[in-house]
Each structure stands twice: as C-alpha cells, then as structure tokens.
T-cell receptor, first 110, second 113 residues
C-alpha cells in the first residue's frame, strides 16, 4: 500500500527566499506524481505533473523533481511571494487513483 | 473554459438522512474521481469512473456510499443514512484520460448533525 509523506508539515519564510518542499513515497511503481496547491476553503489547483520517466518539470518559478528509485520528489519555489502562501500537496498516481500526503502549509511573510 | 463544478457547495443534514452530491466534470474528460478530505484522514480516494463505468470503487468506506455517472458526464455521489463521521469535504476531479493531470472542483462541505 502506497504511503506518501510530506515534510515539513508547516513552513514559514520571509518573502523573496527560495524554498524546497519535500515529498516521499514508499512504492516506486508509479505512473506519475502531481503537485497541487490548496488555498483555505478551496479545492486543489494543479501545479505540475511529472511522468515516471521524467526527472523534472518546470513552470514559471516552480520546479519539481522526481527520483523514483529513492521514492522522493521535491518542489522548488524561487523568489517566494506572499501569494504563494497555501497548503502544498503531492500525490502519486499508480493504477488510477492519487494517493496524497498530508501537505505542507506554507506561509510567506511580507 | 469552465472547470469542474460541484453542488451544493455546503450541505447540513441530520444523522440518518440521505444526501446526494453532484459533480460536473470538464467537458470531454473521460475520467472522473471522487475524494474525501477530513481533518483526521487527509485526502482519501473514494471511486474512479472511466466513462460511465466504475472500475475502482475500492475507497468507498461502506455500502451506505454509492456513486453513478451518466452520459459520460455528470456524476452523483449518494450517502445513505448519514452518520456524523461522514462529515467532510467531498472533492470531485476529472482528467482528459486516466493517469493525466487531475482538475479538482471546489468541493462540497458536508456537515452531519
């Protein structure tokens, strides 16, 4: 059974800093890994999807990496802004469903 | 274009009542998923549809939960004889094909008194 862990559970940094969010998973037999953000009281917004054959994906200030063999993914956020404050969730997709971590609650302080 | 929509956005019901939650996926998306998000359990998978069939129902917590999808589009999640532990946010997601980016709706917040 896939287990996904996100560390840290919460992170607070000053505006402008670069930061890394971590995601680890126990079963490397995945088709892809997806990163989402969730604002309070809202649904999930897709950020990046990395196929199992890929090593990284980039979108604007976001860069996600995937190391399937070690069961790890990182989400790098460059030049953080207060608008980046949200909960970030990673999910691994095996056969069909996504299995999620508990999320990292990120606060960017102006 | 229009995203995934869900209704109602909030639902308060009494224990023992039945509730129906609706999901309208993005047009043309063949795959549809239901998840549940609660404080104690995080985000949990409930059921997956490909077209109108549900090849994976493994996440439904009990036989009080059922779901259907019609016309390869709208889906309804039904909870019979609701219990307090059913209180959660129910999220629907769709993707163009399975194993592609999932797009989530805003969720239905269910409170069972």
């Amino acid at each position: 059974k896939q287990e996904v862990t996100q560390i840290p559970a919460a992170l607070s940094v000053p505006e402008g800093e670069n930061l890394v969010l971590n995601c680890s998973f126990t079963d490397s037999a995945i088709y892809n890994l997806q990163w989402f953000r969730q604002d309070p009281g809202k649904g999930l917004t897709s950020l990046l999807l990395i196929q199992s054959s890929q090593r990284e994906q980039t979108s604007g200030r976001l860069n996600a990496s995937l190391d399937k063999s070690s069961g790890r993914s990182t989400l790098y956020i460059a030049a953080s802004q207060p608008g980046d404050s949200a909960t970030y969730l990673c999910g691994t997709q095996g056969a069909q469903k996504l299995v999620f971590g508990q999320g990292t609650r990120l606060t960017i302080n102006p | 274009g229009a995203g995934v929509s869900q209704s109602p956005s909030n639902k308060v019901t009494e224990k023992g009542k039945d509730v129906e939650l609706r999901c309208d996926p993005i047009s043309g998306h063949t795959a549809l998923y239901w998840y549940r998000q609660s404080l104690g359990q995080g985000l949990e998978f409930l059921i997956y549809f490909q077209g109108n069939s549900a090849p994976d129902k493994s996440g439904l917590p009990s036989d009080r939960f059922s779901a259907e999808r019609t016309g390869g589009s709208v889906s309804t999640l039904t909870i019979q004889r609701t219990q307090q532990e059913d209180s959660a946010v129910y999220l629907c997601a769709s993707s163009l094909e399975s194993r592609q980016t999932q797009y989530f709706g805003p969720g239905t917040r269910l409170l069972v008194l």
